[in-house]
């Protein structure tokens, strides 16, 4: 009888070396994937605890209440008798955000429409890093643009008696949107199939009629996801509008007016309040809204994309 080959063992003991790094390096990534999902629920966590005071708190609720914070119209946080009204506060986060979508949608969708149909290849070589190193600026560097020359620039035009207001900072915001909108739109309308465009432009249609009737309508799945996107972050961004907004909770329909954000007025004076005072459990709570409100509008989103790409596939 033959002795066992002795590279048999070895070949054993390989494998199950192998297994076990395998596993090891399962059980890795799945540590990594579920420590970001910890991470964010400790910090939605510790939001909605520090924010739990107005609902739970007799102390506290008698300076700042639900009840109060749409009872007056004046935000004015210090002094003798603290007023805690968010209106100011929504209506210049609501602005901003209009004006910002308003600028920021069509110049990102009209791009990439540009960029996947019309543009030359070399062209979209360099058109689509072009825009998307726009997502790579900091956004304490578009509010500084924003204060020193976008300001100005459109104080002369409109002759605005407000350099800073809500226009200004609605179009500084609508710069740091335009990446995102347009990346997720230009993906998708490259992923149209060449067929669609092949059929159109053989039944007679002109590049445009091809570009706005078929290749658009089969990416509105993807344009509308971006948009979405683009929302979600101008409803939270902080930096730019702390810069170029004026920090006036000024409760009023003009965009010339100076305006004050949710986020903004977290940035402005958490520094300074007193932990565990009305004023400190107020700013939690405008974090537990804007946090409710980005998620609602994520939820949205993909409840949105998925209805309209069943649509248009048929089911």
Known sequence: ??????????????????????????????ACA??????????????????????????????????GFFATPLWQPVGDVPKYGLLPLLSGTLKVV????????????LAAV????????????????????????PSVVLGFFGLMVLASWLQAVTHSPMRLNAVTAGI??????IPTVFTVAEDALRAVPKAYREASLGLGASPWQTAWHVSLPAASAGVAAGVLLGLARAVGETMIV???????????????????????????????????????????????LLFTVTFI?????????ERLRKRLAGA
């Open 98 to 109: 209009v004006i910002a979508m308003v600028f920021a949608v069509p110049i990102s969708v």
């Open 1 to 30: 009888m033959s002795n066992p080959s002795p590279a048999l063992p070895d070949r054993t003991f390989a494998r199950r070396l192998q297994e076990v790094r395998e596993r090891w390096i399962e059980v890795l990534l799945r």
């Open 172 to 177: 500084a915001l609508g710069l740091g949107i």
């Open 242 to 288: 702390l810069m170029a907004s004026g920090n006036a909770a000024i409760h009023s329909a003009d965009p010339f007016d100076s305006v004050r954000t949710l986020s903004a007025s977290i940035a402005a004076e958490l520094a300074e309040v007193v932990v565990g005072s009305p004023h400190y459990a107020t700013l939690f709570f405008l974090g537990a």
């Open 297 to 305: 509008i994520n939820v949205l989103a993909g409840l949105f994309v």
């Open 114 to 137: 540009y960029s996947a149909e019309f543009a030359p290849a070399r062209m979209r070589e360099v058109l689509k890093p072009a825009i998307e190193m726009l997502a790579g600026i």
């Open 34 to 67: 579920f420590s970001a999902v910890a991470g964010l629920v400790l910090i939605v966590v510790f939001v909605f605890r520090e924010a739990w005071p107005i609902l739970s708190d007799p102390e506290v609720q008698k300076e700042s209440s639900l009840a």
